[in-house]
């Protein structure tokens, strides 16, 4: 169990690292981690963040099975780093379909910057439901 969640997304001379507490999630234990934003000016803004969680079906199909929103209010001003905590609740919908022969669960991370652009980047989550 030593792989690590990696997302970043850099643009510019923005990075956003998305950073899971742990990506190895047992039943009853929420997914949860922090969103790192450095380098954001006065003429570059964040409009929102997204975090879905979606099931990857024998490296095909995806299936949302949990989406969350972050609204970033105004710009940030200095050089300094935002960090954005955030949690997951996972539910029933996590747990693979009794049929499906490889089940991945994937975190992506989108930004969307009020010029309209949207960046994205992602990596696997693992969901243990053993009781």
């Known amino acids: 169990m030593a792989k690590k969640f990696e997302s970043s997304i850099e643009v510019q001379s923005i990075k956003i690292d998305t950073v899971v507490d742990h990506p190895y999630i047992e039943h009853g234990i929420n997914l949860s981690g922090t969103i790192y934003i450095d380098g954001v000016h006065d003429d570059e803004s964040i409009d929102n963040i997204k975090l879905e969680v979606f099931k990857l ?39 693979p379909d009794g049929t499906d022969e490889v089940t991945k669960l994937i975190l992506r991370t989108t930004v969307l910057f009020e010029n309209g652009f949207e960046y994205n980047d992602e990596d696997e989550i693992y969901f243990d439901i053993e009781e």
């Open 57 to 95: 079906i024998n490296g095909e199909d995806s299936k949302i099975v949990s989406k969350h929103s972050i609204e970033l209010v105004g710009a940030a001003a200095s050089k300094d780093m935002q960090m954005i905590p955030f949690e997951i609740v996972p539910d029933e919908r996590w747990i």
